[in-house]
């Protein structure tokens, strides 16, 4: 790559994007265009003509060969299929590029083998993707040539969502009606738009290919299935926004660059808690925008370490012992006009709109605590949630001092009168300045973090799209948000109801306000005692997506409908057995081929030695070959008889119906027997000769990128 880089010049130079569209299209259609987008309206066949023949006289100019609708099913990647811009040849053999409006609004991607849950037979297997609009199409460049990337929504023949971006959009719409009714109620005469924004921090590791290739777990299951903690891990914190290595920072240069191409705001990088780790964080931006880009920049992550020798991993928990990866989600909402509805000003005790917001998200998220925690459930992440280095799966609300102080006033008279304020802070060197500290100190071990003007949505797995946590934050508000309006329209006096209202919220809903160490075990009682609910691991999570609450939920604000929410239940549970069942088989096989194999040739070996010494004489101590031969004999027994459990578990798993009761029984028996044969192999790792062991260590691993 070239060392100079014109970075305003790259920014978004392969997007379609509104100053391309402005400088290409016709006026009239640019217009109605907009409208669309603004509004949105439906697009006129006639209109998506005309975008469609320039969208493709563009992409030809950008070295495109092929269009593709780009879109999110419920396997957690995007999927697309390819079609070249060709049409049948004429009568002289030659051929024309052609792209249709109708082929840029509609595609029909024969997608049936997506997971639907039930909400279609293969037999009637229709599934049409349609452009979302407000998401601009891109060109994107890789070993296939160029190709034209149309984001788009994925749904049934009959309409229902079979994506993750359709709930997504539904669920802005219902949030930025709700928020405006709120707003107008509080006096707001000037915005026309409230939408949710979020900027998603993405976590992952790099590892050395070579070492990537020799371990079938990371290959199969994306994480290691075995491997002893080597003598350092990342206690000495010294990676942890530490000097980013040479190679690693070739690899951000490049990642940042194809980001920047496709519009994504690659902004703020480092090396984060674990050897091997790193944090990529983009600018946020409206929540499709911010869920598509974040897919894109997940691709990037990974295409870009192939060609630097490495592999990404995005996995939650590629290591046991050290940090798993998250994705940060923070959301806020924010008008058109560019008022943020979550900033509380200089003076929040007496900022009354944001008082009420404030309070209606404690009673959102106190209400629906279990959809929440559901909306960062997946199979990676039940290693890594609580495990006191990611949230605890008790969802809380961090607000800090000042907030919770305002709120305590609240509560206490029923008024707030004064804001603590952030000190000066001293630094005690005379030539650094003293400056303000913030109100409020951060907190890294709370779910859900308020941080100045955002919250922070901490659980979110490494993998997962952002889709999920957004469509429920959008609606658990929307709903907040609705009974306010409905008590404000009806009340006498609206400033009197406001008060009322945050009060009786504020004090309804404390108790899910947690400013403490959420790692600290002392928490998981005191939550208990609170009664917040405590779903700590994915399969115990699901059924938060069908109660009658949350079906009643998202109906109302047409998110999703009941046979929305139970097929999504139904593929979530199908997901979760099939992931732990290719890593019990994963295991086994490793276990099978490779580790026993190994210690059995070291057994061998040990013995041949004790013989051979003892050949020579019958005096030379061989007590430590003794010892280690009888030490690794034992640990291979157990090895061997742990692998056979685990066996007849796998084989028990298909006498379970598919859905809940499947995964219950993996959870509650494959993945301890897994732990069991895990334990002996490790403990293995640490006696065989390192020359003799089948795969690289951790050691190897991390600290060799
Ligand atoms: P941190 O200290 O946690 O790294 P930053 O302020 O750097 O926090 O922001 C982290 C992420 O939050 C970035 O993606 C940033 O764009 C995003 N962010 C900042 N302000 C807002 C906001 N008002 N709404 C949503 N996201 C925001
Ligand atoms: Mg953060």
């Known amino acids: 790559m070239d060392d100079y880089i014109n970075v305003v010049e790259t920014f978004g130079c392969d997007v379609f994007n509104d100053a391309v569209m402005q400088a290409r299209l016709p006026k009239k259609v640019y217009q109605e265009l907009h409208r669309t987008i603004e509004e949105g309206k439906e697009l006129s066949l006639e209109i998506a003509d005309v975008v469609a023949h320039e969208m493709k006289e563009w992409a030809i100019e950008k070295g495109a060969t092929h269009f593709s609708h780009w879109f999110q099913p419920l396997t957690g990647v995007t999927a697309e299929k390819h079609d070249a811009f060709i049409s049948a040849p004429m009568e002289n053999g030659r ?55 149309i984001p788009t929504a994925f749904c049934s023949y009959t309409g229902e969502a079979l994506d993750q971006k359709t709930p ?43 070492h990537y290739d020799q371990r079938k777990d990371l290959i199969y299951t994306g994480r290691t299935l075995f491997g002893a903690m080597p003598p350092k891990g990342q206690e000495m914190d010294d990676h942890y926004l530490g000097t980013i290595r040479q190679r690693v920072s070739a690899y951000m240069r490049e990642v940042n660059v194809e980001c920047w191409k496709l519009g994504v705001t690659a902004k703020t990088q480092h090396n984060e808690v674990a050897p091997g780790q790193h944090e990529l964080a983009p600018i946020y931006e409206p929540v499709n925008l911010a869920a598509d880009h974040n897919q894109l920049m997940m691709r990037i992550l990974k295409k870009v370490a192939s060609r630097h020798g490495m592999r990404c991993l995005l996995h939650e928990k590629p290591f046991a012992g050290l940090n798993g990866s998250g994705k940060h989600n923070n959301w806020s909402l924010t008008t058109d006009d560019g008022i943020n509805l979550l900033d509380p000003g200089k003076s929040p005790h007496d900022n009354l709109q944001f008082l009420l917001v404030l309070t209606c998200i404690l009673k959102a998220v106190d209400e629906h605590a279990d959809l929440l925690r559901e909306s960062a459930a997946n199979v990676g992440n039940d290693a890594r949630l609580g495990g ?24 206490n008279t029923g008024t707030a009168t004064y804001s603590k304020e952030g000190k000066m802070l001293e630094t005690g060197v005379r030539t650094l300045p003293d400056f303000m500290k913030d109100a409020t100190d ?44 409905g008590r404000i329209e009806v009340a006498d006096d ?12 504020a004090v309804a809903h ?43 939920l998202f109906e109302r604000f047409h998110v999703f409908t009941r046979t929305e929410l139970e097929s999504r239940a139904e593929i979530k549970y199908e997901i979760y057995s099939k992931a732990i069942n290719i890593e019990a088989k994963t295991m086994i096989d490793i276990a099978t081929k490779q580790i026993i194999p190994a210690v059995v040739k070291y057994t061998t070996i040990l013995a041949d030695s004790i013989r051979s010494v003892r050949a020579v004489s019958e005096e030379i101590d061989v007590s430590v070959q003794t010892e280690l031969l009888t030490a690794t004999s034992e640990l291979l027994k157990q090895t ?15 006498s379970y119906p598919e859905g809940q009761e499947r995964a219950v ?41």
């Open 510 to 552: 404390q108790r899910i306000v947690f400013n403490g160490n959420g790692y600290a075990p002392e928490w998981a009682v005191e939550a208990a005692r609170r009664g917040l609910p405590n779903l700590p691991s994915m399969v115990d999570a699901i059924p938060a997506l069908t109660t009658e609450k949350s079906i009643a």
């Open 388 to 411: 006191n280095e990611a949230p605890p799966t008790v969802i809380s609300v961090f607000l800090g001092e000042q907030l919770t102080d305002v709120l305590d006033q609240l509560i």
């Open 168 to 210: 997504l959009l539904r669920s802005m719409q219902a949030v930025g009606e709700q928020a405006l009714r709120l707003i107008r109620l509080l006096g707001n005469t000037t915005s026309n738009r409230v939408i949710p924004s979020v900027g998603a921090e993405q976590e992952y590791f790099l590892i050395d290919r070579k």
């Open 494 to 505: 609206v400033e009197t109801a406001v008060h009322a209202l945050i009060k009786e919220y």
């Open 665 to 705: 029984f993996c959870r509650m028996r494959l993945v301890p027997a897994m732990e069991r044969l895990r334990k002996p192999v490790d403990e293995l790792e640490l006696l065989v000769d390192k020359e003799m062991w089948p795969m690289p260590s951790y050691g190897d691993i991390i600290f060799e990128v």
């Open 95 to 149: 051929v024309l590029m052609t792209f249709s409006g109708k082929e840029l609004i509609k595609g029909e991607p024969d997608a049936s083998s997506f997971p639907s849950g039930g909400l279609r037979a293969t037999f009637e297997a229709r599934g049409y993707t349609t452009w979302d609009c407000t998401s601009p199409a891109f060109v994107r460049h890789d070993a296939a040539g160029g190709t034209l990337c």
């Open 442 to 485: 951060r907190n890294r071990t709370s779910p859900f973090a308020f941080t100045g003007n955002k919250f922070e949505f901490r659980m979110v797995g490494s993998r997962d799209s952002i889709s999920a946590c957004n469509v429920v934050l959008n609606t658990i508000a929307a709903e907040a948000f609705a009974e306010a309006c």
């Open 640 to 654: 061997r008889t742990r692998m056979k459990e685990l066996f007849d578990v796998v084989s028990e798993v298909g």
